[in-house]
């Protein structure tokens, strides 16, 4: 069975960074793309970024030039790097899994993560 776990959300001001991480467990990572995607309350979860086996990457408009997502397959994870966060970025942070190649909509997603919570102050 594979479960994801994330962790490094907290508490940020506007224009300052964080770094999230997925562990994922079980076998062949490779093989998975990995996608991270937030939710705010009332709202459907959305999108954020997603990488394949080869690092082709995907990101939503609203975090380009500000997220970068990337892995490591030796260590089965994978990590969002957020700069420059803004208020509106403030959500919880899924991590999601899926084999095969790399989508935008969450119900192509088989596996979740439990979610990491980021605020980000005005």
């Known amino acids: 069975q594979v479960q994801l776990v994330e962790s490094g959300g907290g508490l940020v001001q506007a224009g300052g960074s964080l770094r999230l991480s997925c562990s994922r467990s079980?076998?062949?990572?490779?093989?998975?793309?990995m996608a991270w995607f937030r939710q705010t309350p009332g709202k459907e979860r959305e999108f954020v970024a997603a990488?394949?086996?080869?690092?082709?990457?995907k990101y939503a408009d609203s975090v380009k030039g500000r997220f970068t997502i990337s892995r490591d397959n030796s260590k089965n994870m994978v990590f969002l790097q957020m700069n420059n966060l803004k208020p509106e970025d403030t959500a919880v942070y899924y991590c999601?899994?899926?084999?095969?190649?790399?989508?935008?909509?969450?119900?192509?997603?088989?596996?979740w993560g439990q979610g990491t919570q980021v605020t980000v102050s005005s």
């Open positions: 999601a899994a899926r084999l095969g190649v790399i989508r935008d909509s969450e119900t192509t997603y088989d596996d």
């Open positions: 990488i394949n086996w080869s690092n082709t990457s």
């Open positions: 079980g076998r062949n990572f490779v093989s998975w793309a």
